[in-house]
């Protein structure tokens, strides 16, 4: 089962795209951490709403407001939307390089 669910090695289809940082045709590994970092971004958005929450129902605690207004940012659901294009744009190329490697790579094992 564990041989299954292994990357195979494979060898870079050319010197070119070694250079950029796709070793392999590998699509998993070629793509990095996206899911994380999406995940990471919304995390941080769904913290930053509870903590400004928390403060809002304790206004009276001067400590409270300090804290709120820390967290606080203007626009943070739309600043979120931003930030989720601005990585979708930058990995839209790498998606479409990890296409082509992908096909590459199973017409070869073909």
């Not at 129902?57 to 979120?80: C, D, H, V």
């Not at 744009?89 to 992908?102: A, I, K, S």
């Amino acid at each position: 089962m564990a041989n299954n669910l292994a990357f195979v090695e494979t060898s870079p289809l050319d010197q070119n795209f070694e250079m950029f940082g796709f070793g392999n045709k590998n699509m998993m590994i070629n793509s990095g951490s996206y899911f994380l970092i999406q995940s990471l971004m919304f995390a941080n958005f769904l913290v930053s709403k509870l903590i400004q929450k928390i403060c809002k129902a304790n206004a009276e605690n001067e400590t409270a407001r300090k804290i709120g207004t820390f967290f606080f940012t203007p626009n943070a659901f739309q600043r979120l939307w931003n930030a989720y294009l601005k990585l979708f744009m930058e990995t839209y190329f790498d998606f479409c390089f990890g296409v082509v490697l992908n096909s590459v790579a199973f017409a070869e094992a073909i």
